[in-house]
């Protein structure tokens, strides 16, 4: 059994199953596939959270995978905010997946994002909290 994964406060971003696509040579989840989910998906809760669609990404932190994502596992990426600034927020990632053959939820990684919201011109903007 695995150690129960703590996700209080956290919000679900996106479900994916793990299919082949996905996969590395190695036949786990390739990495820059997940980066871009969580990208995505969190980018989403941002830009609902500032209430704009016009925020870029300007940093993903380390991103340590502790446990690969194997074919037919269901991903779960969650978020909730970690800081609001007056331009920028933080949001804090947690990535786990659901082992189809044992209903084990491991967690494969987590890392932080911060995104900015910008103008027209592409020039950082101030947003209502």
């Known amino acids: ?3 129960k994964i703590d996700l209080t406060d956290y919000e679900i971003a996106t479900r994916k199953i793990i299919m082949y696509p996905n996969l590395s040579v190695t036949g786990r989840l390739f990495g820059g596939q997940m980066l871009s989910w969580i990208d995505e998906a969190v ?6 959270k500032t209430k704009t669609k016009n925020i870029v990404t300007k940093k993903i932190s380390e991103v340590v995978f502790d446990s690969p994502g194997l074919i037919g596992d269901v991903l779960e990426i969650w978020c909730k905010p970690a800081h609001l600034g007056k331009t920028s927020i933080a949001m804090d990632c947690t990535v786990t997946v659901w082992r189809s053959n044992d209903e084990t939820q491991l967690k494969i ?3 932080s ?3 900015v919201v910008i103008d027209e011109n592409g020039k950082p903007k101030i947003w209502n909290k």
């Open 1 to 3: 059994m695995s150690e």
């Open 43 to 48: 980018a989403m809760i941002a830009m609902q």
């Open 109 to 111: 990684c987590s890392c």
């Open 113 to 115: 994002i911060i995104f």
